[in-house]
């Protein structure tokens, strides 16, 4: 029983370490992926002659609109 014990150990271990390698490569990805995304989103408004500042008050309007949703979703429940 102690030997089946310890070989299952080290597979977690093993696998932990691989685990813990593969989210340090991860981690640049991620990064790299967001500042790519940022890029495009930055490329569009460009072609499409919108400004940031127009981009986030579209954002800001949609959440709000969304919230108001929801809270009349809610208050039809009551």
Not at 47 to 54: E, L, R, V
Not at 57 to 62: C, D, L, P, Q
Request: proline share 1%; with cysteine; charged share 50%.
């Amino acid at each position: 029983m102690n030997k089946k014990l310890k070989n299952i150990k080290g597979k977690i271990k093993k696998l932990k370490d691989k685990k813990a390698l593969i989210d340090e490569e991860l981690e640049p990805l991620f990064i790299r992926e967001e500042e790519l995304e940022n890029e495009e989103i930055v490329a569009i408004c460009r072609k499409n002659n919108i400004t940031i500042i127009d981009l986030m008050a579209k954002v800001k309007k949609e959440q709000t609109e969304m919230k108001k949703e929801k809270k009349d979703e809610k208050s039809y429940e009551k």
